[in-house]
């Protein structure tokens, strides 16, 4: 199985700051990336997939890039509404595993 | 815009089947995306559970294959998850969703109880 270790775990952040997590697989991925957001009781929403491209109608203030077995999600100028948790996923082989995790909080 | 629905009972006896289906609207389950299972337990992060293609190949989490089914009903336009000899760490918000690279589209999620 691929490993995906996402970090940090939790960050606080102010809006209007710029914020960036990232993601290591255990074995090459080849941009087979994508990451999510989720808001309590809500389902998770798709925001960036392959590694860099955004998912029709996401902001352009999210982005992604990355390549192998390192990734990396960035918020440009964090939003009220982007407190979340946001997740790494694998879409290379299965079991498509996914990242523990980041909580972005106030 | 695809739209995915989960039902199927929110408490399941210990040592029982747990078993959901996935209504799928605005796409065809015979198309060429994946549908997938994802569950989640309270106050933890996503788990993947698996996925089934129309033409009845599956992949499943190795770390459940023992006791999963995923099957494509086509006349139904629907996907379902069996989970036999589940316990309380079966206990989850379960999720169906498409996979064309990503998890596009998702269900509302249905919470499932694992409890006597």
């Known amino acids: 199985d691929i490993q995906m270790t996402q970090s940090p775990s939790s960050l606080s952040a102010s809006v209007g700051d710029r914020v960036t997590i990232t993601c290591r697989a255990s074995?090459?991925?080849?941009?087979?990336l994508n990451w999510y957001q989720q808001k309590p009781g809500k389902a998770p929403e798709l925001l960036i997939y392959?590694?860099?491209s955004l998912q029709s109608g996401v902001p352009s203030r999210f982005s992604g890039s990355g390549s192998g077995t390192d990734y990396t999600f960035t918020i440009s100028s964090l939003q009220p509404e982007d407190f979340a948790t946001y997740y790494c996923?694998?879409?290379?082989?299965?079991?498509?595993?996914f990242g523990q995790g980041t909580k972005v909080e106030i | 815009q695809v739209q995915l629905q989960e039902s199927g009972p929110g408490l399941v006896r210990p040592s029982g089947t747990l078993s959901l289906t996935c209504g799928v609207s605005?796409?065809?389950?015979?198309?060429?995306?994946?549908w997938n299972w994802v569950r989640q337990p309270p106050g933890k992060g996503l788990e993947w559970i698996g996925e089934?293609?129309?033409?009845?190949?599956?992949y499943y989490n190795p770390s459940l294959a023992s006791r999963v089914t995923i099957s494509v009903d086509k006349s139904k336009n629907q996907f379902s998850l069996k989970l036999t000899s589940v316990t309380a760490a079966d206990t989850a918000v379960y999720y169906c969703?498409?996979?064309?690279?990503?998890?596009?589209?998702w269900g509302q999620g249905t919470l499932v109880t694992v409890s006597s």
């Open positions: 074995q090459s991925i080849r941009s087979y």
């Open positions: 089934i293609h129309h033409t009845g190949d599956t």
């Open positions: 996923q694998q879409s290379y082989s299965p079991p498509r595993t």
């Open positions: 969703t498409n996979r064309r690279i990503g998890l596009d589209f």
């Open positions: 392959a590694a860099s």
């Open positions: 605005g796409d065809s389950v015979s198309s060429s995306n994946w």
